[in-house]
């Protein structure tokens, strides 16, 4: 009986090791399936573009792949939505800019960042005031005189409710009130494809969205909307230098999972994303598209959201702007 015993009570030991070492190896592979991230963009546009580029590091820092399926449509609120109500397993994630915030501020979606867990920050985009070439604004300061000559006639080509409508209002109060008329057009290609073709008088680009028409000298870029000046045009003030600054902010590229991840799993991708742009190879690719590489960890990107939607709903408030009733 005695032995029987014994044997009993070491089988159960040995079973309790095997099962405690495969739950903590389990616990460690992760992710043991490829992780899906949604973009809610069309595939080739600006932040399409750079996920790629990220994805390709990530082929190194992850065990498993990397899928992107790109959800474009309600200005970016279809795709954000389907990866809201997507598991929260740490296998779906999702891929934004500062749109999250303005859609939810502007009442245009009835959820913002709070429906999420943030991850990390990999990158930012400068935001900058340009013209044509063949315009007769050569300085800002040509622009904000125009602009007060006769308020409410210089045309600017906006996306409403987008990071460059906010952007426009702060630089318009730094300018003085500055009054100008909104001509509605959308995304970057459309915006510059405005001011080329002689149907709006400016607009705000991001660094990579200017790069080819800046160099090809078809349009001139007459500040930066940013505390310092961006290496990728050293020779352009930015508008804190020429007296108008505000806390402007850039096209930034977030990385979320759906709220209630586990955190070991959201701290897993964080590590991963950290190590994919510290890659030559990767971050050499993403400022060649003039994308500065500006990493943030969990923790200060949840600062940074923080400070920006706050800023963001005081605009809104102070302007009275709004598309649509938040449900």
Known sequence: MNSLRKLLTTTMAAIFVLVTFAGGTAQAEYPEKPVKVIVPYAAGGFTDSTVRVIQKGLTKTLPQPMVVINVPGGGAVIGARQAKDLPADGYNLLVHIVALITTRVMG??????????????????DMMIC???KSPYKTLDDLV????AKPKTLREAVNIGAIVH?????????????????????????????????????????????????????IRVLAVLADKRSRFYPDVPTAKELGYGAPYFGMDLWWFAPKGTPLDRIKVMETALAKAVEIPEVSDSLQARAMEVAYMDRAQLTQKLANIKQMVEALAKKKNISLKKKK
Do not use: W
């Open 145 to 148: 005189a125009a602009a007060k």
């Open 131 to 133: 013209v044509a070439k």
């Open 108 to 125: 245009v979606s009835d959820f913002g960042t709070e429906a999420f867990e943030p991850i990390a920050q990999t990158g930012t985009n």
């Open 166 to 218: 906010f952007l426009s209002l702060m630089f318009c109060d730094a300018a003085g009130d500055m009054q100008v008329r909104y001509v509605q057009t959308g995304g970057g290609a459309k915006r510059l494809a405005s001011i080329l073709g002689g149907h709006a008088d400016y607009c705000i680009l991001g660094t990579t969205e200017a790069k080819a028409t800046y160099e090809s000298g078809d």
